[in-house]
C-alpha cells in the first residue's frame, strides 16, 4: 500500500492507568438516551397532528428529518474524532441532544419541536461513532468483543423499550413528558461524564476537505431522504423530490468516492475496503440491516393492519425480542473473544434463515403465541451476527483506520435503514395492490386484512432471500487479527 495516502495515524497516547469500566459506562448513559429518543416519539405522532394542527406528511418530518441529519453527520465524524478529544467529542454530543431535548419539551408549535429534534439528532449522529472509536483504542482485539456486547445492549435495548415506555408515558401525560423524563437523565451523563470520561486519544487535525464534505453532505443526504421520502405521502417514486434526491445523492457519492482515492487526507478513508474481512463485515451489515427493517417495519403493519391489533399491543409482542437480542448481545460478545466470528455467525445465519422462511408461512390465523416466539427467535439470531461480525471486521483494521471504519459502518446502517424501510414497504403496499385488484369484493374489511397479509408475505420472500443470501457470505468470514497493513 501506498503510504503517501495512506490515513494519517493518530498521535500515539499513553493509556497506563486508564481505567476502562467508568469510561464504558460514561458513554453507554449518553448513548441509551439518546438512542431510546430515536423511537420514543413516534407513537406520539398521531396526538401531536391534532394538537400542533400539521398534517400526516409535514409530521414525518420528525422522523425522516431526524434520519437525515444523522445520516449526513455520521461521515463526517471519521474527520470530527481526529480534530477533537474524546471527552470534546462526547460532552459537545450530549450537550447537542440536551439543548435539543429541552426546545422539543417548550416547543409552542411544529417548526421549533423540529428544530429540537434536529439538535437532538445531531448528537446522536456523532455519539455512536465516538463510542465505537473509543472502544477500538481502548480495548485489545481479544478483549473487544465483550465491550461491543454492551453496544449493542444498548443498541437494541433503548429503541426496544421506547414505544412501550412512550405508550405508558401518554396514557396518563402529555406528550411534553416524553422529553421532560429524558432531560433529567441526559444532564445526569453530561455530569458523570465530566468526572469520570478520560481522553483516550490525542487530536492530529488533519487538513478539512470542504468539498469532500459538501459531497458527503448531498450525497449521503440525498440517498437518506430520497429512499425515507418514497412511502411517506409525497407521490412515492413518482415524485421528482424522491427520484431526483437518489440520482443527485448516488452521483454525488461517485463523485466522494473518487474524491477519497485521490486525495492524502480523506474525509472518509475507503482505502479501508482493502482489508478483506472489513469489506465482508459492510456486506454483511448491509444485508443483516435489510433483512432487520424487513421485521420492524412489516410486523407492525401487519399486526394493526391484518390483526386488527393496537399500536400498545404490537409494541408488547415485539418487546420481548428485542429486549433478548440486547441482553444476549455481551453474551455473544464474550464467546466471540473466546471462539471467534465463525461459530456465532455460521450459525445465527443458517437459524436466521429459517426463521425467515417460518416468517413467509404466517397468515392473518397465525395466532400472536407464533408471533411472539418467531420475533424472539429472529432477534436472537441478529445478536449473534450483528455485533461479532462488526468486531470481527473493525479488528482487521490499522489503527489510523479506526475513525474511519466505524464511519463507515454506521454510515451504511443509515442508508441500508431508509433503504430497507422503502424497499420493503414498496413490495408490501405493490402486493396488496395486487390482492385487491383481483379481489372480487375490494371494500370488505376481511379482503383487506387478507391483502395486507398478501403484502406482507411477499416482502417476507425478499427477506428470505437476503438470509440466504448472508448465509453463503458467512461462510467465507474468518478470525482475524489485528495488523497495521491490509492485506493484497
Known amino acids: 500500500m501506498n503510504t503517501d495516502h495512506a490515513a494519517s495515524a493518530p498521535a500515539p497516547f499513553d493509556l497506563q492507568g486508564v481505567k476502562r469500566l467508568?469510561?464504558?459506562?460514561?458513554?453507554?448513559?449518553?448513548?441509551?438516551?439518546?438512542?431510546?429518543?430515536?423511537?420514543?416519539?413516534?407513537?406520539?405522532?398521531?396526538?401531536l397532528m391534532v394538537e400542533l394542527n400539521v398534517s400526516a406528511p409535514t409530521m414525518q418530518w420528525l422522523a425522516?428529518?431526524?434520519?437525515?441529519?444523522?445520516?449526513?453527520?455520521?461521515?463526517?465524524?471519521?474527520?470530527?474524532?481526529?480534530?477533537?478529544?474524546?471527552?470534546?467529542?462526547?460532552?459537545?454530543?450530549?450537550?447537542?441532544?440536551?439543548?435539543g431535548t429541552l426546545v422539543c419539551g417548550i416547543a409552542p408549535h411544529f417548526s421549533i419541536l423540529l428544530v429540537g429534534r434536529l439538535l437532538q439528532a445531531a448528537g446522536t449522529g456523532l455519539m455512536l461513532p465516538v463510542l465505537m472509536n473509543t472502544i477500538l483504542v481502548l480495548y485489545p482485539p481479544e478483549k473487544r468483543g465483550a465491550a461491543m456486547g454492551s453496544i449493542g445492549l444498548v443498541i437494541m435495548f433503548a429503541p426496544a423499550i421506547g414505544p412501550t415506555l412512550s405508550g405508558l408515558i401518554l396514557d396518563s401525560l402529555e406528550w411534553r413528558w416524553l422529553f421532560y423524563m429524558v432531560l433529567p437523565f441526559a444532564v445526569f451523563s453530561i455530569i458523570f461524564a465530566s468526572i469520570y470520561l478520560k481522553n483516550v486519544s490525542q487530536p492530529t487535525k488533519?487538513?478539512?476537505?470542504?468539498?469532500?464534505?459538501?459531497?458527503?453532505?448531498?450525497?449521503?443526504?440525498?440517498?437518506?431522504?430520497?429512499?425515507?421520502s418514497s412511502g411517506e405521502g409525497h407521490g412515492g417514486w413518482s415524485s421528482p423530490s424522491v427520484y431526483g434526491t437518489v440520482i443527485v445523492g448516488g452521483i454525488s457519492l461517485l463523485l466522494f468516492t473518487i474524491r477519497q482515492l485521490k486525495v492524502r487526507e480523506p474525509l472518509m478513508d475507503l482505502r479501508a475496503f482493502r482489508y478483506p474481512m472489513f469489506t465482508l463485515t459492510a456486506l454483511m451489515l448491509i444485508i443483516m440491516m435489510m433483512t432487520l427493517f424487513s421485521t420492524m417495519a412489516l410486523l407492525p403493519f401487519l399486526f394493526q393492519g391484518a390483526l386488527g391489533m393496537t399500536v400498545f399491543a404490537s409494541g408488547l409482542i415485539m418487546l420481548p425480542g428485542s429486549l433478548l437480542n440486547g441482553f444476549i448481545s455481551p453474551v455473544t460478545g464474550k464467546l466471540f473473544d473466546k471462539f471467534g466470528p465463525r461459530a456465532l455467525v455460521i450459525p445465527g445465519t443458517v437459524f436466521l434463515a429459517i426463521i425467515m422462511w417460518f416468517f413467509t408461512q404466517v397468515s392473518v390465523d397465525t395466532s400472536k403465541t407464533v408471533f411472539l416466539i418467531l420475533h424472539i427467535c429472529i432477534m436472537v439470531a441478529i445478536s449473534m451476527i450483528m455485533m461479532p461480525t462488526q468486531t470481527n471486521g473493525l479488528n482487521e483494521l490499522a489503527p489510523q483506520y479506526y475513525p474511519h471504519g466505524t464511519a463507515i459502518l454506521n454510515t451504511l446502517q443509515q442508508v441500508a435503514g431508509a433503504i430497507g424501510v422503502a424497499f420493503f414497504i414498496g413490495i408490501m403496499t405493490s402486493g396488496q395492490r395486487?390482492?385487491?385488484?383481483?379481489?372480487?369484493?375490494?371494500?370488505?374489511?376481511?379482503?383487506?386484512?387478507?391483502?395486507?397479509?398478501?403484502?406482507?408475505?411477499?416482502?417476507?420472500?425478499?427477506?428470505?432471500?437476503?438470509?440466504?443470501?448472508?448465509?453463503?457470505?458467512?461462510?467465507?468470514?474468518?478470525?482475524?487479527?489485528?495488523?497495521?497493513?491490509?492485506?493484497?
Do not use: C
Request: glycine letters at 8%; hydrophobic letters at 55%; a neutral charge.
Open 64 to 99: 425522516t428529518g431526524y434520519m437525515l441529519v444523522v445520516g449526513v453527520l455520521v461521515p463526517a465524524s471519521a474527520l470530527l474524532v481526529q480534530w477533537f478529544t474524546t471527552r470534546q467529542m462526547f460532552l459537545g454530543a450530549m450537550s447537542l441532544f440536551t439543548i
Open 22 to 47: 467508568p469510561i464504558l459506562i460514561s458513554l453507554l448513559i449518553g448513548a441509551f438516551f439518546s438512542i431510546l429518543n430515536e423511537t420514543l416519539l413516534n407513537i406520539a405522532f398521531p396526538e
Open 206 to 228: 488533519p487538513k478539512v476537505d470542504v468539498v469532500s464534505i459538501l459531497l458527503s453532505t448531498i450525497g449521503f443526504g440525498g440517498i437518506v431522504y430520497g429512499f425515507s
Open 434 to 488: 395486487h390482492f385487491l385488484e383481483n379481489s372480487t369484493d375490494p371494500a370488505n374489511p376481511g379482503q383487506i386484512a387478507q391483502a395486507m397479509a398478501s403484502g406482507v408475505h411477499n416482502a417476507f420472500l425478499y427477506g428470505l432471500g437476503f438470509a440466504v443470501l448472508a448465509v453463503v457470505l458467512s461462510l467465507f468470514m474468518k478470525r482475524v487479527k489485528s495488523s497495521h497493513a491490509p492485506h493484497a
